[in-house]
């Protein structure tokens, strides 16, 4: 069994308290039955928007599962 965070809580309560301009905006990953590790780094841009630099930064430390990598090469050979 898997120990991960409960994100859609963890999101709804700091919408709702800190960010409830944001709610229209988050309403599409919060209403997701099954949210993967894309969705919850999209929703987390959503919320704290940072400077361009901070973003590139952060990139190149992400770490993706194995679910993410495979969709995204799906995606990639797609379009190739």
């Given at each position: 069994m898997e120990n991960r965070p409960f994100y859609h809580k963890l999101y709804a309560d700091m919408i709702r308290e800190k960010y409830p301009d944001l709610e229209q905006s988050c309403a599409n990953y919060l209403n997701k039955k099954n949210r993967t590790t894309l969705d919850v780094i999209?929703?987390?841009t959503i919320l704290f928007a940072k400077k361009?630099?901070?973003i590139a930064f952060n990139q190149r430390h992400r770490v993706y599962d194995q679910e993410c990598i495979l969709r995204e090469q799906k995606e990639n050979m797609r379009y190739a």
């Open positions: 999209e929703i987390n361009q630099e901070v």
